[in-house]
């Protein structure tokens, strides 16, 4: 014959508590964009300033 199942309670889970996301800093890229930026328009600058003078 078979045997009734034994009933077995359920032992919960401990609850995990999710980690907040850290938030990268953008502080560095931001002013290395701004850096970039502001050589690209010294060297234009630089550049057209220069062709003006040579056909003048």
Known sequence: ???PAEE???TP???TKPEPEKNPNVLPTILTILLFA???G???FKK???KKA???
Do not use: C, I, V
């Open 1 to 3: 014959m078979l045997k």
């Open 8 to 10: 077995t309670t359920p």
């Open 13 to 15: 889970e401990p609850e």
């Open 38 to 40: 502001g050589g690209g």
């Open 42 to 44: 010294f060297f234009a």
């Open 48 to 50: 057209h300033k220069g």
């Open 54 to 56: 040579e056909t003048a």
